[in-house]
């Protein structure tokens, strides 16, 4: 160990560790760079978006009153019976609209459209348009590939990949106890190809703990329960599984019933979120905001059978119970940079590019290495080939003559 601390490049397990990092970048280069790029732009979807069809966004009212997400739930369910509505919102601000997600029943692959109401009357303003249409699609792209479930699949063993990009790259990049401060840095008066190894190093050095907190979070959005039960297994989690619904029986349940008891549970909290079933096991959910009128991570969220209103269960976001909530509810703001106002959204832009060029340095690193002299073999090769082809047909030219 004393001997990598000095000189690691000839240490056999460094040039194991090599390898690994290699073909785990061929691999997922394309992967890595695609979703960096996508994560960037997305950091800001929701004030593009609302820029972008603020004539849906907002809405006069004066008075400060509160649409009825009951009442707006119930008339798009019997107005759309084709059509699973997946969720009302209500926004925090009395001047933004209430917004709700339909899909297409039965095609959970199906995109979800935004209808808009306003926020005191619960009146309808409109559907989303193509800014609505265009950042649906990218959302989709970043956490499914365009593929649903098995694109989310994928997205998690990409992640994968990612980690263990990151915890070789840390190996890799250790240039020595002599040499290491040279290796944070770029050196833009080198030659190109030691500009595109630094730029490679120096990137990898300043990014990789934000890479691997996006790599691990990454698996747990496609494995959640998996993770939670790991976590739980370490730290206590006050929910491990999502609470499914029992199986179909007759009879209807009443959404305002439920509402009401999960006001008697909460009652000094506002009522600001309603998500109905998206399939046949999930619960109904209501969102209680004990702080403001619509915070998330301040929320009693209570889940009830779909089909007999029985209440499953309660996860009081933010009282964090245990050490493993805490770890759990750090997930979400981590992951997508809500936890510090703009700033942090800002970095968390420019760091998602660290992929790009990690993805771009690693290909060009990769061809000055290996590709370029295979590339250079193989037309000297060619070369010859074609000089042989040409002194046999003036051999046999001559032959005949």
């Known amino acids: 160990m004393s001997s990598f601390f000095r000189k690691p490049q000839p240490v056999f397990w460094r040039k194991a560790v090599f390898q690994v990092h290699l073909w785990s970048g061929i691999l997922a280069a394309l992967y890595v760079a695609l979703i960096g790029l996508t994560g960037s732009i997305l950091v800001f979807r929701e004030e593009a978006e609302a820029a972008m069809e603020s004539h849906l966004r907002h809405a006069s009212n004066p008075e400060g009153k509160r649409a009825d997400l009951i009442v707006i739930a119930e008339r798009l369910a019997q107005e759309n019976p084709r059509q699973v509505v997946l969720g009302v919102y209500a926004a925090e601000s009395p001047e933004h609209s209430v917004v709700a997600y339909l899909r297409e029943r039965g095609n959970p692959r199906a995109k979800s459209e935004a209808l808009y109401f306003h926020p005191g009357t619960g009146a309808f303003l409109g559907k989303g348009g193509n800014a609505s249409r265009f950042w649906t699609w990218l959302g989709d792209l970043h956490f499914n590939l365009l593929a649903g479930r098995p694109g989310r699949i994928v997205n998690g063993v990409g992640a994968a990949f990612l980690l263990a990009l990151c915890l070789t790259g840390i190996v890799i990049w ?19 190809k030691r500009v595109n190894w630094d730029l490679h190093s120096a990137t990898g050095f300043w990014t990789v703990s934000v890479l691997a907190m996006w ?27 999502n609470p499914k619904s029992g199986p179909p029986v007759e009879g209807e349940v009443r959404l305002r019933e439920l509402l009401e008891s999960a006001r008697a549970r909460s009652p000094r909290a506002s009522f600001y979120r309603l998500n109905l079933p998206a399939d046949e096991s999930a619960p109904i959910r209501i969102y209680l905001s004990r702080r403001g009128f619509a915070d998330v991570n301040q929320a009693d969220v209570y889940y009830f059978d779909q089909y007999t209103g029985q209440h499953l269960m309660t996860l009081r976001r933010g009282l964090n119970q245990s050490a493993g909530d805490v770890v759990m509810a750090w997930i979400g703001p981590l992951h997508f940079g809500t936890f510090g106002g703009v700033p942090v959204k800002v970095l968390w832009v420019v760091l998602g590019l660290a992929p790009v060029v990690l993805s771009v340095t690693g290909v060009f690193m990769y061809w000055n290495r290996s590709l370029s002299k295979k590339w250079r073999k193989l037309r000297t090769d060619s070369a010859e080939r074609g000089k042989l082809a040409a002194g046999e047909v003036s051999v046999a030219r001559a032959a005949s003559n």
């Open 174 to 192: 250790w240039p020595g106890i002599l040499r290491w401060k040279r290796s944070v840095r770029v050196d833009f008066e080198r030659s190109w």
């Open 215 to 241: 790599a691990l979070t990454g698996i747990y959005f496609a494995w959640p329960e998996a993770i939670r039960a790991a976590v739980n297994s370490v730290l206590p989690v006050s929910m491990v599984r």
